[in-house]
């Protein structure tokens, strides 16, 4: 049972526009939510978190938007840099250790 | 500090045979977690280790066991391989603290191909 879905399997944005990847989740009982960057042949790293009492964190070019209501995560990244073609996993976890991952949003940045 | 390191990289087995993964975790870090990643599938929560003591389990068959030492370091098993077993196996470490703040750093994986 996926609680944590990326609907977009890819995004092609251009260097220096924003990239906007979503992620809806099932279970309300998350209260911590996660992004996580992964390049091929390494593990996924971390990139920037929120918790549920907060709508949003800004971390240099990456901002994450969290609407409890509409169980949705965003996860914004102004401009685009060629260094940001990865996947990003959204993640969630209800702070018992276990996070609970989406299947994943290839981004690709175009030149 | 020294990452979180796995070994073996990658790995290739046959059906029936089972195989024995390490992870070192990063220094002073004493929660382990395991996950499974597939194509498609995201990445699937195994267990976790804290403490030598399994404090948390995923929906997967009793074939695929761990356990944690009193340095932290963890090895998951799986037993009767089968080809759905195929998969990147990456553990993740941190503090354990359960704390907004204790991020889960993750290793390279162990890349498990079962012919």
């Known amino acids: 049972d996926q609680q944590v879905k990326q609907n977009s399997p890819s995004l092609s944005v251009q260097e220096g526009r924003i990239s906007i990847l979503n992620c809806d989740y099932t279970n309300s009982m998350f209260d911590y939510f996660l992004w996580y960057k992964k390049y091929p042949a390494e593990g996924p790293t971390f990139l920037i978190s929120i918790s549920s009492i907060k709508d949003k964190n800004e971390d240099g070019r990456f901002t994450v938007f969290l609407n409890k209501s509409a169980k949705h995560l965003s996860l914004h990244i102004v401009p685009s840099q060629p260094g940001d073609s990865a996947v990003y996993f959204c993640a969630a976890s209800v702070t018992d250790y276990k996070l609970s991952f989406g299947a994943g949003t290839t981004v690709t940045v175009r030149a | 500090k020294a990452g979180v390191t796995q070994t073996p990289r990658y790995l290739i087995k046959t059906r029936g045979q089972q195989v024995t993964l390490s992870c070192s975790p990063i220094?002073?870090?004493?929660?382990v977690s395991w996950y499974q990643q597939t194509p498609g599938q995201g990445l699937q929560f195994l267990f976790e280790y804290f403490s030598e003591t399994q404090r948390n389990k995923g929906n997967f068959p009793g074939r695929f066991s761990g356990r944690q030492f009193s340095n932290s370091r963890s090895e998951m098993n799986v037993s009767t391989l089968e080809l759905g077993d195929s998969a990147l196996y990456l553990c993740?470490?941190?503090?354990?603290?359960?704390?907004?703040?204790?991020?889960?750093?993750f290793g390279p994986g162990t890349r498990l191909t079962v012919l």
């Open positions: 220094s002073g870090h004493r929660s």
């Open positions: 993740a470490s941190s503090l354990g603290t359960g704390a907004f703040t204790d991020t889960q750093y």
